[in-house]
């Protein structure tokens, strides 16, 4: 199966704090997982990405935390600032050969002052 | 090369009528993509190509749905008789073959059909 379930659809945030968005796959030959931010107007960027033979990314203020037999994987947002308040998209892909993109549903990410 | 460019950003058509796309991916680029995203939905693939080749089609392009993508540049999505279902913002990706690192969408076009 090809999808990709994301929660929760709406995040509130205070600044300073921790923003996580949590993804869950079925299939289980997906092995790379990007996360995407997108603005209004705009098409999405990608953010960070990690593939399954390591359970955690850092770039920055953003975390990937992936955990291969749960089927999961999430988004942490450190020191949540109002210029992080977006949409955020997780996928899974097919590495080899096949790189169109699965997304989840999308979390809108609001960070209040 | 400032990045994938999509024309118009914007269009509203009648029910009915044909409506094309066009998406100029990044120069170096060799594969091109198109998705469609609803509101309040993340991004849905539809095609892809690599140079002039269209090597895979979703399910969800319909036969009123066509691609083209020639000499390997830029690409066109042509939707006929467009129905209301059809509103929704076309996104156009590009990449390089050899991984998915180099993934770049464009802006959109955002269709609505009235």
């Known amino acids: 199966q090809q999808q990709v379930k994301q929660s929760p659809q709406s995040l509130i945030v205070q600044k300073g704090g921790i923003s996580i968005i949590n993804c869950a796959y079925e299939n289980t030959a997906f092995d790379y997982f990007p996360w995407y931010q997108q603005f209004p107007g705009k098409g999405p960027a990608l953010l960070i990405a990690i593939r399954p033979d390591v359970s955690e990314k850092k770039e920055g203020r953003f975390t990937i935390s992936f955990n291969k037999s749960a089927k999961q994987f999430s988004l942490h947002i450190m020191d949540s600032q109002p210029g992080d308040s977006a949409t955020y998209f997780c996928?899974?892909?097919?590495?080899?050969?096949?790189?169109?993109?699965?997304f989840g549903t999308g979390t809108r990410l609001t960070i209040i002052p | 090369d400032t990045g994938v460019s999509q024309n118009p950003r914007h269009k509203i058509t009648k029910r009915g009528q044909n409506v094309t796309f066009r998406c100029d991916p990044i120069s170096e680029h060799n594969r091109l993509y198109w998705y469609r995203q609803t509101l309040g939905q993340g991004p849905e693939f539809l095609t892809y190509f690599q140079n002039e080749a269209q090597l895979e089609k979703s399910r969800l392009l319909s036969d009123r749905f066509s691609a083209e993508r020639p000499k390997g540049s830029f690409s066109t999505l042509e939707i006929q008789r467009t129905e209301q279902g059809d509103s929704a913002m076309y996104l156009c990706a590009s990449s390089l073959a050899e991984g998915i690192y180099g993934y770049t969408f464009g802006s959109g076009t955002r269709l609505t059909v009235v």
């Open positions: 996928a899974a892909t097919l590495d080899f050969g096949n790189e169109k993109l699965t």
